[in-house]
């Protein structure tokens, strides 16, 4: 799973983006943090793994992981080729979902592109960008679909869904704004892999004092608030600055500090966690001597699709999983206890794998 971070040029981008990097590096000892200068794996904060590992007297512990990719050089014109416009498009078309980073911060040390801080006018800017990249893929498909509409009732019906897109985006809206009629047009719409259609969370880089707050006091925030409301997409107030100075910091001082600013988990754990879910994103677990992990899957999926993460021949080969809740587990203080207590249930392919499930499965070779 990827995020693309994008943002106009010295709203906070890469600050963000190196401090994930960093937190990722220090907390998680995970060994491919960074992959290129641009792509960072960020550890997924989650408590139970610390207390299963415990239990378990895991030699190692293993977090799920998602990828975030720094999407720089997205300015006014990237999609008529200004800068490097077009190829910073392209790699944003393959992110699941968007972090869109836009400047609440005053200060008159860092230089707006713009000349203001004017979060409002930063995200049109940006959307307009990402619309007029989606209009080009757009136009094309209409062009080639419309070659064997005449004498085809299926490509003519594609057409006048791609016509009715086509409108949405002309209109200066999202992709995402468009609820298709039925399943043809909704696949018809996933399949054109769009960028307005990808889901977005806009990080509302604010300065240190909106903190406390949660950025309530700051009329930027409020202003991309609502703006995000009107599109179904979520806020997340953050300061960049004080993220890099936390991952910094081991896990102590970590916690000094955010007790200090009157919060619990810092801004990048929060981000991490909902970007998370907003992909439709749980865990399940496995626990034993040798690892502790958490393993991603798209909620809803089954056990044996499940046990494919772990290997392939998991898949093929399933039999059953034998499943106990995380904190079952923990209450009974071992795995014994907790299958004399009958709360570790026997599945079969059918079961669909809930967050938290901790899972042993059972196959054949
Ligand atoms: P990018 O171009 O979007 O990647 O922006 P950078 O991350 O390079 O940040 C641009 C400038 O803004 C740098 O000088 C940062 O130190 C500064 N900056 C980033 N975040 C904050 C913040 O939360 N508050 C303040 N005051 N400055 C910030």
């Avoid at 220090?26 to 408590?47: H, K, L, M, Q, R």
């Avoid at 393959?94 to 980073?101: G, K, L, M, S």
């Avoid at 200090?260 to 981000?271: A, I, M, N, P, Q």
Wanted: net charge negative; hydrophobic share 40%; charged share 30%.
């Amino acid at each position: 799973m990827k995020l693309g971070i994008v943002g106009l040029p010295n709203v906070g981008k890469s600050t963000l983006f190196n401090s994930l990097t960093k937190a990722g590096a220090e907390s998680a000892n995970y060994p491919f943090c960074t992959i290129d200068p641009n792509v960072g794996v960020v550890p997924v904060p989650d408590f139970r793994l610390k207390l299963l590992s415990d239990l378990y007297q895991s030699e190692k512990l293993t977090p799920a992981t998602i990828e975030f990719v720094d999407i720089a050089g997205l300015v006014k014109g990237a999609s008529k080729g200004e800068g490097l416009g077009n190829q910073f498009l392209a790699n944003i078309r393959e992110v699941d979902a968007i972090v869109h980073v836009v400047r609440c911060f005053e200060d008159t040390n860092v230089i707006h592109v713009d000349g203001s801080v004017d979060p409002l006018r930063d995200i049109e800017t940006i959307n307009l960008e990402l619309i007029f990249a989606d209009l080009e893929v757009l136009e094309r498909r209409i062009a080639k679909t419309g070659r064997g509409a005449k004498n085809d009732k299926a490509l003519a019906k594609e057409l006048a869904s791609l016509e009715k897109l086509k409108a949405v985006l002309e209109d200066g809206r999202q992709a995402k704004a468009l609820e298709p009629e039925d399943e043809d047009e909704a696949e018809l719409i996933a399949s054109l892999n769009l960028l307005t259609d990808k889901p977005v969370i806009y990080a509302a880089n604010v300065a240190e004092d909106d903190l406390a707050d949660d950025g309530a006091s700051n009329a930027h925030v409020q202003a991309v608030r609502k703006y995000a409301a009107g599109e179904g997409s979520e806020v997340f107030v953050i300061c960049a600055q004080i993220e890099q100075e936390i991952a910094e910091l081991d896990e102590e001082e970590k916690k000094m500090f955010l007790d200090d600013l009157g919060l619990k988990e810092s801004g990048l754990e929060k981000l991490i966690t909902a970007s998370y879910h907003i992909l439709g994103l749980i865990s399940y677990l496995t626990a034993g001597v040798q690892e502790t992990r958490a393993w991603t899957i798209t909620r809803g999926t089954k056990a044996p699709q499940a046990a494919g993460k772990i290997h392939t021949d998991f898949e093929r080969g399933f039999i059953r999983a034998e499943v106990v809740n995380y904190q079952d587990l923990l209450d009974c203080k071992a795995y014994s206890a907790a299958k004399e207590k009958g709360l570790v249930r026997l599945e079969g392919k059918d079961y669909v794998v809930q967050d938290g499930d901790v899972i042993l499965f059972r196959f054949n070779v």
